[in-house]
C-alpha cells in the first residue's frame, strides 16, 4: 500500500535507516506492479531483500507490529519479489525480512524497532512426472539459466 499517513511514513523512514545502517542498498520503496506491493526493496552483495514494514502506535494485545504480518500477506509479497527478480533479472538470492516499529503517536519518537532478517522462507512444492517428491524449496531460475 502507499503510505499516506505519518505513522507509516515514519515507519518507512526507520527502516530505511536501519537497512542503510548495516550497509544495505536501497532500490526500491513502495516497489508496486498491478496489485502487488513491496514496501522495500534493498541488496547487499549477496542478497536481494524484500522488507514488509509494520509502523503501529501500540503494540495491540502484547502483539508486536512485526507479528501482524500474516500468511496471505507473506504469499503477496513472495508473488511481488518474484514479479521483480523476472521485470529486473535478478541473480542475487532473495530473501524476505520484516521490520516492525513502535512510534509514539503524539511526539513521532520511535519507541521499538526490530529487524526480523530471514524472518520467512517461501515453501512450493516439486513436482515430478507423476508424484510428489516431498520437498518445500523455493527455487529461482534466471532468463539467462532457463
Known sequence: MF???????RGEETATDILRHKGYKILE???RMGHLEVDIIAENK??????????????FG?????????ED????IIAAANAYIKYHQVEKTPRFDIIGVLIDPDTGEVTYQN???NAYTPHFR??????FSG??????????NI
Request: charged share 35%; proline share 4%.
Open 3 to 9: 503510505v499516506t499517513n505519518p505513522i507509516g511514513i
Open 29 to 31: 520503496h513502495n516497489w
Open 46 to 59: 549477496k542478497e536481494i531483500v524484500f522488507v514488509e514494514v509494520k509502523g503501529r502506535t501500540t503494540a
Open 62 to 70: 502484547n502483539k508486536l507490529p512485526e507479528e501482524y504480518v500474516d
Open 73 to 76: 500477506k507473506k504469499r503477496r
Open 115 to 117: 529487524h526480523l532478517e
Open 126 to 131: 516439486t513436482v515430478g512426472k507423476a508424484t
Open 135 to 144: 520437498e518445500n524449496r523455493w527455487h529461482y531460475k534466471s532468463r539467462k
